[in-house]
């Protein structure tokens, strides 16, 4: 993938998919903006000081104004957007707080942040790139017993996808999702520790199907939602 020159904005990319996106980015010659929420965030991740990152404090991606504010200067070739949040919880355990917070979280901070780059796209007039990232649940929702709210916002996610795929591929700009399974993550792997790792997708892994969907040698594929579920 040859990212030379062009600009790309990652949304929790101080994560651990995020990480990896960001990693293969600055390997492929991109100039990568990633928002965070708090200080240690930015000072612990690991491409700091790179001379192709651009670190910027964003507190909420779900305030229109302030995603807006970050976007509107850009001069952007592609958008991925990885941050979003996970309830564990049953319905009769998920009040409206809890359905709210996963709808802000995951479905609103990707609408507003698409909405913001395809302004930035049509500023620059050469088309761009979208990468959304649902989840399994979101396209197979009987998988998302106990996790009804996230399940309801990453359904959201994949059906914003092909909407947007479909109302903006004429102007160049190519809409599409990965929807992972379990990652293999530090922290999945500390809240699971007797499953089988190796059947994990890794996240280097979804990484390289982000990376590819984002890149120039994407020339055909829009509004598709990729299913990367490793052998779980």
């Known amino acids: 993938m040859d ?10 990319g101080t994560g651990a998919l ?12 991109a100039t990568c903006h990633v928002p965070y929420r708090s200080d240690a965030e930015a000072e612990r991740f690991p491409h700091r000081g790179h001379t192709n990152l651009a670190l910027m404090a964003l507190g909420d991606l779900a305030d229109e104004a302030a995603v807006m504010r970050f976007y509107g200067t850009l001069s952007l070739w ?3 957007h990885i941050a979003g949040s996970f309830a564990f919880a049953p319905i009769a355990d998920s009040d409206k707080a ?12 990707t609408y507003l942040c698409c909405r913001a780059a395809v302004v930035a796209f049509r500023r620059g007039g050469a088309g761009g790139r979208i990468v959304n990232v649902a989840s399994r649940q979101g396209i197979e929702p009987r998988q998302g ?3 009804t ?3 309801a916002a990453k359904a959201g996610v ?3 996808t092909a909407a947007l795929g479909e109302e903006v591929a004429a102007e160049g700009i190519l809409v599409n999702a990965v929807a992972p399974s379990l990652m ?8 699971m520790p007797k499953a089988d790792f190796a059947k994990w997708p890794k996240v280097e892994e979804v990484a390289a199907t982000i990376v590819f969907l984002a890149s120039p040698q994407n020339a055909v594929t829009r509004g598709g939602v990729v299913p990367v579920y490793g052998r779980v």
Not at 3 to 12: A, E, K, L
Not at 184 to 191: H, L, M, V, Y
Request: proline share 2%; no cysteine; aromatic share 4%.
């Open 149 to 151: 709210a996230y399940t």
């Open 3 to 12: 990212f030379r020159d062009r600009h790309v904005v990652i949304t929790g």
């Open 18 to 29: 995020g990480i990896a996106v960001v990693g293969a980015l600055l390997g492929a010659g």
């Open 78 to 80: 592609a958008s991925i």
């Open 145 to 147: 017993g106990n996790l």
């Open 158 to 160: 994949a059906a914003l």
């Open 184 to 191: 293999d993550t530090p922290a999945n792997r500390k809240s």
């Open 98 to 109: 809890v359905l709210m917070g996963q709808l802000e979280s995951n479905l609103v901070s």
